[in-house]
């Protein structure tokens, strides 16, 4: 319901109503001497001695359901009305109630390494995925802002509430102008372009795009508080302590933060799930055409478009997110393989000081520890 419409039509009510009532005491009888009490009390005398009381009571009635009305439409989540889509809010269900789910956890062993000075990242750790333990790390379970590698829960929770790809969410300047204020970085969906729900998925990783991720959140849940809502719900499901997130895009929030050792765990879990692994791991991407993209919009990897050319030898980089806020440093959560032995490893590095220590620190780990 249109809120504006709404209070626009009780407005008009209302002036209706107090232009009747001010008629009615005009033509009403006077009773100017008290002397008119003597007179016999009739019916009609009652009626005109009630009326005030019953029109005062009526309006108090109306004013109540209006009230009720309003209250309900402001008390929704805050970007119910982004967008005229309807949710698919049927098909959500809650983590907190799914019993089977798999808890992912990584041993430290004796032969757990420190990692090096060379890399001067606050957080890191690389996990051996086929033995699940750990090979190296460096404050693995401090608490640490993600920047955009949130987005990876945010993908993978997005995915498991899908019911069909091929859906539409129209975007809306009311998603796209504050990201633009806020200089998130965003895949370039245009107002009122219908996206598919796949292209919002890839559009939230490959560049990262906070509108994508925004237009999954509001179809799903009807806003960015649901999703985000469901997120910690996964994030307790998967039997993590060091993780909270407030948003679904990484944008700074104190109260939003992670660990190394904990995104290890998000990512494992996305790359159990067949279309989080395949969009994490693309390289590029182009949308269906749209009326304002014609031709598409092609989309490529924030995580290869530097690292392709630079990659270790021993060692494939198979995908995976960056991600950067003033706050949070750069931060990257990849996962790849030895090309001899093919054995998987998930690396994450939180808060190293620049672009470039923060790539090349993932690639001296592969090289050191991925073996």
């Known amino acids: 319901m249109d809120n504006e419409q709404n209070e626009k039509n009780y407005g008009d009510y209302f002036k209706s109503l107090e232009k009747r009532i001010s008629y009615e005491k005009s033509t ?24 005030p009381a019953f029109i005062l009571c009526f309006i108090a009635a109306v004013i109540t359901a209006a009230s009720v009305i309003i209250v309900r439409s402001k008390s929704s989540p805050k970007t119910q009305n982004l967008n005229q889509d309807s949710p698919d809010s049927e098909i959500l269900y ?21 990692i090096p000075d060379t890399n001067d990242a606050a957080g890191a750790i690389i996990v051996n995925l086929d033995t699940h333990s750990v090979v190296a790390s460096r404050e693995a379970h401090t608490r640490l802002y993600p920047a955009s590698t949130t987005k990876i829960l945010t993908l993978l929770t997005a995915a498991e509430n899908i019911s069909d790809y091929e859906k539409t969410f129209t975007m809306t300047r009311s998603i796209t102008d504050p990201l633009y204020v806020a200089e998130a970085t965003v895949a370039g969906f245009s107002d009122g372009e219908k996206v ?5 998925l890839y559009g939230t990783i490959l560049p990262s795009g906070a509108d994508a991720a925004m237009g ?53 879990a996305a790359l159990k799930n067949p279309i989080c692994k395949k969009v994490l791991s693309t390289y ?12 598409g919009i092609l989309l490529s990897a924030t995580l290869f478009n530097y690292m392709y050319g ?9 995908g995976g997110k960056t991600g950067f806020v003033n706050e949070s440093g750069y931060c990257i959560a990849s996962y790849g393989s030895n090309n001899e032995t093919g054995t998987k490893y998930i690396v994450v590095t939180l808060k190293n000081s620049a672009r470039w220590p923060a790539f090349y620190g993932q690639i001296d780990l ?4 991925a073996k």
């Open 284 to 295: 590029q991407y182009t949308t269906a055409a749209t009326e304002q993209h014609p031709d």
């Open 310 to 318: 630079t990659e270790p030898q021993t060692a494939t980089i198979e």
């Open 94 to 114: 809650s983590y907190s109630k799914k019993k089977d789910e798999e808890k992912i956890s990584y041993s430290f062993t004796d032969s757990s390494s420190a």
């Open 216 to 268: 999954l959140a509001v179809k799903l849940t009807g806003s960015e508080e649901g999703l985000v809502k469901l997120m910690n719900e996964k994030i307790k499901a998967l039997g993590l302590k060091d993780t909270h997130f407030t948003n679904v895009t990484g944008l700074y929030d104190e109260n939003h933060y992670t660990t190394a050792y904990d995104m290890a765990v998000i990512l494992e």
């Open 366 to 369: 592969y090289k050191q520890f």
């Open 196 to 200: 598919k729900m796949i292209d919002l």
């Open 28 to 51: 009403a009888p006077k009773t100017s001497t008290p002397k008119s009490r003597s007179r016999k009390k009739g019916s009609f005398y009652k009626v005109i001695r009630l009326k």
